[in-house]
């Protein structure tokens, strides 16, 4: 069972996940704002879908309601087809 606790060396929140591994818990009093930093840690190295984010959520607390409010679109931008340009192989 994943346990909460605090670590000593850096003083943040973690959780220990199922493989026993310690889950650095997202920085924020809101929701919106863990949302917020969940973004930020999943897109700092490149773009993510909405699978990206479910899985850095998994052992946050509220991860349903975090991945919810972290695909409202202050968080993100749909990216598309261009709308000038004819779609490939065509």
């Known amino acids: 069972m994943a ?6 060396a850096s ?3 973690s959780r220990e996940g199922a493989s026993g591994q310690e889950v650095e818990q ?5 929701l919106r704002e863990r949302a917020g930093a969940l973004v930020d840690r999943v ?3 490149r773009g993510f879908t909405v ?3 479910e899985r850095a959520a998994f052992f946050q607390a509220e991860s349903v309601a975090l991945v919810r ?7 993100v931008l749909e990216l598309g087809r261009h709308t000038r ?6």
Not at 3 to 8: A, E, T, W
Not at 26 to 30: A, E, H, P, S
Not at 69 to 75: G, K, P, R, V
């Open 69 to 75: 409010e972290a695909m409202q679109s202050q968080h």
């Open 51 to 53: 699978a990206d984010l």
């Open 11 to 13: 003083g943040k929140a």
């Open 26 to 30: 997202l920085v924020g009093g809101t």
């Open 43 to 45: 897109s700092s190295t």
């Open 85 to 90: 340009r004819p779609p490939r192989g065509g």
């Open 3 to 8: 346990g909460v606790g605090r670590s000593v």
